[in-house]
């Protein structure tokens, strides 16, 4: 491959629940990145009752579990986390900033490849140990990917700051501050809870007015 592959396996959702209005439905957006390197990354992996729809997805890319090399879950809800237990072979599991392999835990940021295309960024805000992945020399015609969890909500979180808001953030200051930032250096986002989207400088305007 001459450029990184980000291949969202499944984009999120989260809506009031049709019958109860004091409960929610949510489950993330599910991104797999195949690196020109060779390693296999996978971020945010779903609930942990969607363990066979999940490894259905990787097939459809001719993939088994076995075949990931990292987990990045960009923050420790439950939706975000739930098959990790699926990759038990990968190198690294990366839980918000925090690495770990069996019982061995450490502080990770930065690359996740060997030729430093595809990073792993401090982005708190939602959390505060938030984190997400930038892919640059992607696909889409070589430009840059953020995969950036609760970050974005969704596209729609751009005109309506109370979408991320209300969806809980830890700094409301500094997810707004990580918004625009990370808006500066990519040109797509999958956001956590909803499909990619192309940014553009009206986007990027409306997200520097919010901090």
Known sequence: MSENQ???????????DEIDPNAMRANCSCTLI???????IIVDTLTAWDG???KSLIAEQGLQPDDINVVVCTHGHSDH???NYLFQQARLHIVGSTASK????????GALDTNGEVLLEKTLGHTLSCVSVLIHNSQFDGTTVGVCGDLFERCQDIDDAQIWKAAGS??????????????????YIVPGHGTIFKLDNEMRTKLKKNI
């Open 170 to 187: 830890e700094d409301e200051k500094q997810q707004a501050e990580q918004r625009y930032r990370i808006a500066q250096l990519c040109q």
């Open 34 to 40: 195949r690196c020109r390197d060779g390693n296999n």
């Open 102 to 109: 069996h019982d061995l835990y450490s502080e990770y940021a």
């Open 52 to 54: 066979e729809r999940l």
């Open 6 to 16: 980000v291949i969202v396996l499944q984009s999120g959702y989260a809506h009031e």
């Open 81 to 83: 986390i739930g098959c």
